[in-house]
């Protein structure tokens, strides 16, 4: 599959509804337009169209799910802006700008693995969702790692099936099993024909890419976060440093948010 | 076109008072997927050198209550490749609106070098005028401020004057204790105009890492945060120099927050950090003015300046738009 060309435009829509899903965390729904196409991992910068008290800018969300005639956004209280956004209720109008930045590429694969630490879960159920329509054959996978059992997001019985295996980790052990998940992946960093996605902490992602690098694996595909202002190419602060220079970054918004972990200084 | 909006700064006319500011609007087709640049009065590239910069290690940006405070490092892909490579997209698209290039140095003498680079391609470029970005460290004298050093501004603005003949607005500091003699000495090395004010020296600290959230320290805060001072600075310089051309900047958000500038004397303003939050903030920005000019019977000429000569006492009802 190659990345789609969705128009990229500003929507103003109210916010339908929104169900918590795990501690500090919950989804944010709205019903797009029906000629409004996005593809997994892109994001949309999130505002309310009244200025906030709280939080100037938008924030970036990759697109979490595509059902129902509704998209998805997890939204996890992390901190003053993304707490207040939670508090929002149902009919706020907001302003999405999007779908932005550039999807994973969806290549035939016989296994595709997806490490998801903490929010970094939400790009997934879309993916999974997209590749398991397109290779109903393939093998779908999620290791999903939480600081502790109340942070972890209980998936849905649609949800599970999306994945042919779960497996979840805690940093405490409360929940699934106790350590990171890419200790937890032990020798199956070294098996072939996998097709590699990540999102996550950056400390989670260096990791991983360290372990790919080993077996010789750099075309894994890690949605990356930095702090942006606008989403768009404008701002240039969303700087990750390539491996390869010149140039010395790249802006997250316009040459990521996925990105090949060879293509990374981590 | 409405006539009503038209905006004479000096030797330029924009076609509206509403310009795109440098820094936020990239090299000028960025925004094109939200609306047509050639809608605009005009715009201010992002700042270039001679020279492509990288630009500072993130972390780049920190939120504010009421804006940002960005430390870019004025990342910009040089001249050679501005001309080459962002121009001839932005001649397809630019229409009737009006380009500013913006440019910089890391010491006064490479402003004269980008401004004699701007006058050599100035017909392949197509633009109308320069602004002169001299909100940058001097990397030769220990990273002073240039624009907040008279005596460095007064050399950087002498350099780029002599290289071109191009209108020449300067974008003045706010970071200084006044601003008014900045303003006099541009005038004084003929400059057409000004634009004021640039962002305001910011720090945010991260209360958990105890340490500054910015990757360099501190940057410029922008966005609404900074609109009063903005308009207090315009007020001052215009009062100061009634007849020199003022483009104002500033946390303009909306019509409203661009006609407090207008009224306080710039004869055509710049939207800067709103158009990070809404992409669509120049065109409603026009569309308010607009309305409002109409429903009052009204010019922005004849709004320029008029807090100046005493206001309006007495409204019948308050308009609001």
């Given at each position: 599959?190659?990345?789609?060309?969705a128009a990229?435009?500003?929507?103003?829509?109210?916010?339908?509804?929104?169900?918590?899903?795990?501690t500090?965390?919950?989804?944010?729904?709205?019903?797009?337009?029906s000629?409004?196409?996005c593809?997994?991992?892109?994001?949309?910068?999130?505002?309310?169209v009244?200025?906030?008290?709280?939080?100037?800018?938008?924030?970036p969300?990759s697109?979490?799910?595509?059902?129902?005639?509704?998209?998805?956004?997890?939204?996890?209280?992390?901190?003053?802006?993304?707490a207040?956004?939670?508090?929002?209720?149902?009919?706020t109008?907001?302003?999405?700008?999007?779908?932005?930045g550039?999807?994973?590429?969806?290549?035939?694969?016989?296994?595709?693995?997806m490490?998801?630490?903490?929010i970094?879960?939400?790009?997934?159920?879309?993916?999974?969702?997209?590749?398991?329509?397109?290779?109903?054959?393939?093998?779908?996978?999620?290791?999903y790692?939480?600081?502790?059992?109340r942070?972890?997001?209980?998936?849905?019985?649609d949800?599970?099936?999306?994945?042919?295996?779960?497996?979840?980790?805690?940093d405490?052990?409360?929940?699934?099993?106790?350590?990171?998940?890419?200790d937890?992946?032990?020798?199956?960093?070294?098996?072939?024909?996998?097709a590699?996605y990540?999102?996550?902490?950056?400390?989670?992602?260096?990791?991983?890419?360290?372990?790919?690098?080993e077996?010789?694996?750099?075309?894994?595909?890690?949605?990356?976060?930095e702090?942006?202002?606008?989403?768009?190419?404008?701002?240039?602060?969303?700087?990750?440093?390539?491996?390869?220079?010149?140039?010395?970054?790249?802006?997250?918004?316009?040459?990521?948010?996925?990105?090949?972990?060879?293509?990374v200084?981590? | 076109?409405?006539?009503r909006?038209v905006?004479?700064?000096?030797?330029?006319?924009?076609?509206?008072?509403?310009?795109?500011?440098?820094?936020?609007?990239?090299y000028?087709?960025?925004?094109?997927?939200f609306?047509?640049?050639?809608?605009?009065?005009?715009?201010?590239?992002?700042?270039?050198?001679?020279?492509?910069?990288?630009?500072?290690?993130?972390p780049?940006?920190?939120?504010?209550?009421a804006g940002?405070?960005?430390?870019?490092?004025?990342?910009?892909?040089?001249w050679?490749?501005?001309v080459?490579?962002?121009?001839?997209?932005?001649?397809?698209?630019?229409?009737?609106?009006?380009?500013?290039?913006?440019?910089?140095?890391?010491?006064p003498?490479?402003?004269?070098?980008?401004?004699?680079?701007?006058?050599?391609?100035?017909?392949?470029v197509?633009?109308?005028?320069?602004?002169?970005?001299?909100s940058?460290?001097?990397?030769?004298?220990g990273?002073?401020?240039?624009?907040?050093?008279?005596?460095?501004?007064?050399?950087?603005?002498?350099?780029?004057?002599?290289?071109?003949?191009?209108?020449?607005?300067?974008?003045?500091s706010?970071n200084?204790?006044?601003?008014?003699?900045?303003?006099?000495?541009?005038?004084?090395?003929?400059?057409?105009?000004v634009?004021?004010i640039?962002?305001?020296?910011?720090?945010?600290i991260?209360?958990e890492?105890?340490?500054?959230?910015?990757?360099?320290?501190s940057?410029?805060?922008?966005?609404p945060?900074?609109l009063?001072?903005?308009?207090?600075?315009?007020?001052?310089?215009?009062a100061?120099?009634?007849?020199l051309?003022?483009?104002?900047?500033?946390?303009i958000?909306?019509?409203?927050?661009?006609?407090?500038?207008?009224?306080?004397?710039?004869?055509?303003?710049?939207?800067?950090?709103?158009a990070?939050?809404?992409?669509?903030?120049?065109?409603?920005?026009?569309?308010?003015l607009?309305?409002?000019c109409?429903?009052?019977?009204?010019?922005?000429?004849?709004?320029?300046?008029?807090?100046?000569?005493?206001g309006r006492?007495?409204?019948?009802?308050v308009?609001?738009?």
């Open positions: 599959m190659t990345p789609s060309s990229t435009g500003v929507l103003a829509l109210p916010l339908d509804s929104t169900a918590d899903i795990a500090g965390t919950s989804w944010l729904r709205f019903r797009p337009p000629d409004a196409v593809d997994p991992g892109q994001f949309f910068m999130l505002s309310t009244a200025p906030s008290p709280v939080a100037y800018l938008g924030r969300f697109i979490g799910d595509v059902r129902d005639g509704q998209w998805l956004f997890m939204l996890r209280a992390l901190g003053r802006g993304t207040w956004l939670r508090t929002l209720e149902s009919g109008m907001m302003r999405l700008i999007g779908p932005l550039i999807p994973f590429e969806r290549r035939a694969s016989p296994v595709h693995r490490i998801a630490g903490g970094g879960l939400a790009p997934f159920l879309f993916l999974a969702r997209r590749l398991r329509a397109e290779q109903p054959q393939a093998g779908i996978e999620l290791y790692g939480e600081r502790d059992a942070s972890h997001v209980e998936l849905t019985a949800e599970r099936s999306l994945f042919d295996i779960v497996e979840r980790f805690t405490d052990g409360s929940l699934g099993t106790a350590g990171s998940v890419v937890g992946l032990e020798n199956r960093w070294a098996e072939t024909d996998v590699w990540g999102c996550g902490p950056q400390p989670m992602l260096r990791a991983a890419a360290a372990k790919l690098e077996h010789d694996v750099e075309a894994a595909q890690f949605a990356l976060e702090r942006m202002a606008c989403g768009f190419g404008v701002c240039q602060a969303c700087v990750v440093p390539n491996r390869h220079p010149p140039p010395r970054y790249r802006l997250l918004c316009t040459e990521g948010p996925v990105v090949e972990t060879g293509k200084a981590w | 076109m409405n006539e909006l905006a004479t700064c000096g030797r330029i006319t924009f076609q509206n008072p509403v310009l795109a500011a440098s820094g936020t609007f990239g000028g087709s960025e925004f094109e997927r609306f047509p640049l050639a809608s605009l009065g005009g715009f201010a590239t992002k700042t270039l050198f001679v020279e492509p910069r990288d630009g500072n290690p993130p780049r940006v920190a939120e504010t209550s940002m405070i960005n430390s870019i490092g004025l990342a910009n892909v040089g050679e490749a501005f080459a490579e962002k121009v001839p997209d932005l001649k397809a698209i630019i229409g009737a609106a009006r380009m500013l290039v913006n440019i910089a140095g890391n010491a003498d490479e402003y004269r070098a980008i401004a004699a680079r701007v006058e050599a391609d100035r017909e392949r197509g633009c109308a005028g320069i602004e002169v970005n001299v940058c460290p001097n990397v030769k004298e990273g002073t401020n240039i624009g907040c050093d008279l005596h460095q501004f007064q050399a950087a603005i002498r350099g780029v004057r002599e290289e071109t003949s191009l209108p020449v607005f300067v974008k003045l706010p200084v204790a006044d601003v008014v003699p900045f303003a006099a000495c541009a005038i004084d090395e003929g400059a057409d105009g634009s004021l640039n962002t305001v020296y910011g720090m945010q991260d209360i890492k105890r340490r500054p959230v910015l990757g360099t320290g940057g410029g805060l922008s966005g945060a900074i009063p001072i903005g308009v207090y600075w315009t007020h001052k310089v215009r100061a120099f009634p007849d051309p003022i483009l104002g900047i500033g946390g958000a909306t019509w409203r927050d661009a006609l407090q500038y207008l009224l306080a004397g710039a004869h055509a303003i710049q939207v800067g950090t709103a990070f939050v809404n992409p669509l903030a120049c065109v409603e920005i026009i569309a308010g607009e309305r409002y109409s429903q009052r019977d009204t010019t922005i000429a004849e709004l320029s300046g008029a807090a100046h000569r005493g006492l007495a409204e019948a009802a308009w609001t738009g």
